[in-house]
Structure formats: structure tokens, C-alpha cells
């Protein structure tokens, strides 16, 4: 079956320090791209980063990384230097290549609050 | 940059009342998508659209229908409203294979 867990229902972090959100995912697909997205309490989703299943290297967009173990099926979001501004949902989601429509496959969500 | 635009943020309804929600989006995307968010569930898909007049079931289609006459606009449609349809709703866009963009939601009361 394809799916996302987030098994961190909440976090709290100190600003100014680094945390790590948790994704595993589970699917029989060879190709598949996994992203993360935020949700301010305003309600909008923010794409942040992307990771397809065949890319080399981590994908990293400014404070944001993707630590992505292929052999674990993890997809863990790092962000460095943490803000007031973080204080969000993120969800973790999963697009399968053999879906040609884009569809995503999202977790549960994980709920980070930054601490001043 | 890329707006997606849903017509409501919030909206109160009564259970048994047609309901509408209206998503546009100015990017000439080709995909569209409806998903409801609820705690502990994440972001479900309902129905989503590949193009004018064609349109998929997602994992929740129960109670739902769409619409997509235009390329640009994607209705999703509470025939019967019901309480168990008290949800956040989101509207999504996105070019093929591209990152999915997001409308502001519409937080859907069912009374």
C-alpha cells in the first residue's frame, strides 16, 4: 500500500536551533518524487522542498534539507536556525511516477512550535 | 507568481443544502485538485481534474461531485451538505509533474 507517516503528531524547538521533522513512506514504485509542505495556522499549504526517488544528492532550498535514506524509506525535513516564523504544520507527501496525474499522498502532519 | 484563489474562507451551511466551492487559478495549469483536511488525517483527495470536462475520483468521492468547465476553474459540489462534511477544504493546481500550489482553504461549517 502507498503511504506517508509522520509520527510526530508535535515538536517544539529553541529558536535559533535545528530540528528534524520524521517521513517514512512505503511504496513498490521505482520512481517516485516526495515533498514537504507548510501550513502557517493562516491555513495556506507552502510548498517548501522537493525529492525525487533517482536524484544523487539531498535536496536543499536555503534553511531547509531533505534527508532522504532510500534504503530506510525515510525523508526526514532538517531545518537549520530555526525562526519564530517555522511555527507551522508541515506534511510530508509522496507523488508516485506511475500516477500521471500528480496526485500526492499526504502524513499525518507534525505540528512544530518554536520557543523564543 | 502562481495564485490559486478559493472563493470562501470561511462558509456555514446547512445540512441538507446544496453547497458550492469555487477554486481558480490564473497559471494555465493543466491539474487541479480537492482534498478536505481534518486532524489527525492530513490532506485526503476528494476529486481532482487533468483537464476541461475530465475528472477522477480521489480516495473520498462519497457525497462530492466537480466540476470543470473552464481550464482555469474547478467547482467542487456538496450535493446533500451533512455534518460529517464539516472540514477544511483545499484547492490545489499544478502543471504535470510539477509541485502542486495551494489555494488559502475555505474552513466549511456544516450545521
Known amino acids: 500500500a502507498q503511504k506517508i507517516t509522520q509520527t510526530q503528531p508535535g515538536m517544539f524547538v529553541q529558536e535559533k536551533e535545528a530540528v528534524t521533522l520524521d517521513c517514512t513512506y512505503d511504496t513498490s514504485d521505482p520512481s517516485y518524487g516526495l515533498f514537504w509542505y507548510k501550513q502557517p495556522s493562516s491555513g495556506e499549504m507552502i510548498f517548501l522542498i522537493y525529492q525525487g526517488s533517482y536524484d544523487q544528492q539531498n535536496a536543499t532550498e536555503g534553511r531547509y534539507s531533505l534527508n532522504f535514506q532510500k534504503a530506510r524509506k525515510s525523508a526526514n525535513l532538517v531545518i537549520s536556525a530555526s525562526q519564530l516564523g517555522d511555527s507551522a504544520m508541515y506534511f510530508c507527501?509522496?507523488?508516485?511516477?506511475?500516477?500521471?496525474?500528480?496526485?500526492?499522498?499526504f502524513g499525518q502532519g507534525t505540528t512544530l512550535q518554536v520557543k523564543p | 507568481d502562481v495564485k490559486v484563489t478559493q472563493s470562501s474562507r470561511y462558509l456555514v451551511k446547512r445540512t441538507g443544502e446544496k453547497v458550492f466551492l469555487e477554486c481558480v487559478q490564473d497559471?494555465?495549469?493543466?491539474?487541479m485538485f480537492w482534498y478536505r483536511q481534518d486532524p489527525g488525517l492530513g490532506l485526503r483527495l476528494i476529486y481532482f481534474s487533468y483537464d476541461v470536462k475530465m475528472k477522477e475520483k480521489g480516495d473520498i468521492p462519497e457525497g462530492y461531485s466537480v466540476s470543470r468547465e473552464k481550464k482555469e476553474r474547478f467547482s467542487l459540489i456538496l450535493e446533500s451538505a451533512s455534518t460529517n462534511q464539516t472540514s477544511m477544504y483545499l484547492c490545489?493546481?499544478?502543471?504535470?509533474?510539477?509541485?502542486?500550489?495551494f489555494g488559502d482553504g475555505t474552513r466549511l461549517s456544516i450545521l
Open positions: 507527501a509522496m507523488r508516485l511516477s506511475s500516477s500521471n496525474t500528480g496526485k500526492l499522498i
Open positions: 490545489a493546481s499544478s502543471p504535470l509533474y510539477e509541485p502542486q500550489h
Open positions: 497559471m494555465d495549469h493543466e491539474n
